[in-house]
Structure formats: C-alpha cells, structure tokens
C-alpha cells in the first residue's frame, strides 16, 4: 500500500438524521417503525477534512447499513468503518453508495466480519462489482475481514477494470497468490498513471505559473512605460507653463519699459514746450523795452 498525500476537500451537504428501511417503498414516511436514528453518528462528519470515522465503536451491522445509506455520495472523502460488526447489509449499503460516488476517496473496512450472515457472498460480490467501475476510489482497507476465496477471486476480477485504486490492505484473509500477483500488477499500473496525472498536471500548473509571471511581468512593464509617458508628459506641460508664464512676465516687463519710455517722452516734450513758452515771453517783454 502506498500514503496519498494528496486530498480534495469539497463542501459537505447536510445528510439525512433519521434513515428508513422501508423507505424505496413508503415514500415521505422518514420516521416510521422501521427508522433508524442516525443523528449521533454523522454528527461525527468533520467539514473541514470531509470525513467520518466511526471506528472501533463494535457497531452493528443494521446501524452501518443505516450510516451509510445516510451518508451523501458527494460530499465525504474518507470513510472510516473498522473495527465494528459490518457484514452483508453495511457491504451492500456500500456498494450503492460507490455506484454513485464522486467524492469518496478513501475507505478503511479493516477488521470487520464482511462476508458473515446471510447472503454475505452475494453482498461481497455486489461490492466487488462496484469497485470495478469505480473511478473516484483511492485507498481500500480490507484488512481482516473474513474474506475467503470466492470473495477474494471476485474482488481481484472486478479490480482488474479499476483504473484509479491505488492502495489495497488485503492481508489476514484467505487470499489465492496467483489472484494477489494480478491484482498488485493492475495497481502498480493504477500509481503509474496517477503518478503521471500529478506530474502532468503538475507540469501544466508550472506553465500556467510562468505563463501567469510573464504576463505580470510584461503588465509591469507596460505600467512602467506608461509611468515615464506620463512623467515625460507632465514634465513637457510644466516646460511649456514655465514658458508660458516666463514670456508673460517679459511680455508685462516690455510693457512697463514702453510706458516708461512713453511717460518720459511725454514729460520731455512737456519740458521743452515749457522752455519754449518762456523763452517766447522773455523775447517779447524785451520787445517791449525797445519800444
């Protein structure tokens, strides 16, 4: 068996509390005679890892049947069911529940008496059928179990059509070495193409990454090229209102000199006329002396 170190937590839905045996055929009746209250075993469920154990509690077979017929085929992840009384009506639960499973990754069954009772090859073989076409299972514990030949030669068939488990326990049961031998070779198959998966998209993540870098890098460039554009443009505008203002305040300078310059011109010839005036009337009084 190998450790996945991998898990995929999805969101848990609310299961049901209270379970009917009779229920595929009394529709709505959830609480009758035959209702099985399984409200303190899913309160077991942990949100955060998506899983439920309910392990080494010697539960019986009617209550497992009862959890796991509870349970929501699209929510939990791993499944925690050794060391209890789960025989032919838990095992057969749970191959419903692997039809339609598409989140259930791992499932520990270890120490449990699967194949005891009534119709328990029968129910084992069902069980075996489903992890056949079963495409979402990673690891399975069956380790002492009660499993005989005709059980073990059933699940070593159906896994020959499994192409996603990747880690089975099988020891402690009464297993042919030839059926072992074929069904080791299909796993190592199974973590050769899971491997190549988590490489792969590993790979593809990697790509994703550079391709996401050089896109902020080039974003980062742009900005920059955009920031000098825009400190060129601001340092042109404050150039040309430098200008601007230098040729108004000249523009105002020329104006004072030329008023100036006029003002002078104007109090010159004020002056001269003023010289000119008095010039004439000394002429004129002198005139009149001679006279």
């Known amino acids: ?68 017929r509870s349970l929501c085929p699209a929510t939990l992840i791993k499944l925690e069911l050794g060391g209890n009384n789960f025989s ?53 514990s069956l380790w002492r179990c009660g499993i005989g030949l005709q059980g073990c030669s059933a699940l070593f068939k159906a896994l020959q059509h499994n192409t996603t488990l990747v880690s089975l326990e099988i020891g402690y049961n009464n297993c042919a070495g030839s059926d072992a031998r074929l069904t080791k070779e299909q796993l190592d198959r199974n973590r050769k193409q899971y491997y190549d998966q988590l490489a792969a998209e590993a790979q593809a993540n990697e790509v994703k990454r550079n391709e996401s870098l050089l896109k902020l890098q080039e974003q980062e460039r742009v900005e920059r090229e955009i920031d000098v554009v825009e400190w060129l443009a601001d340092e042109k505008a404050k150039r040309e209102e430098s200008r601007r203002v230098d040729m108004e305040r000249q523009l105002l300078t020329e104006q004072k000199e030329q008023a100036y310059k006029q003002r002078m011109e104007q109090i010159s010839m004020m002056e001269e006329e003023r010289k000119a005036t008095k010039k004439k009337k000394k002429k004129g009084k002198k005139a009149k002396k001679k006279k």
């Open 1 to 68: 068996s190998i450790i996945i170190l991998f898990l995929f937590f999805a969101p848990v839905a609310h299961c049901r509390a209270v379970w009917n045996k009779k229920e595929s055929e009394m529709e709505g009746n959830a609480e009758g005679e035959n209702s099985i209250d399984v409200s303190e075993w899913l309160s077991k469920i942990d949100h955060k890892t998506c899983s439920l154990d309910v392990s080494n509690l010697s539960l019986s077979d009617e209550l497992g049947e009862a959890i796991v």
């Open 88 to 140: 032919s009506l838990t095992v057969s639960a749970l191959a419903v529940l692997l039809k339609k499973n598409t989140s259930l990754r791992h499932i520990s069954l270890d120490s449990n008496p699967l194949t005891s009772g009534n119709n328990s090859n029968e129910s084992f073989n069902v069980l075996a059928e489903s992890l056949g076409g079963n495409r979402v299972l990673r690891t399975l």
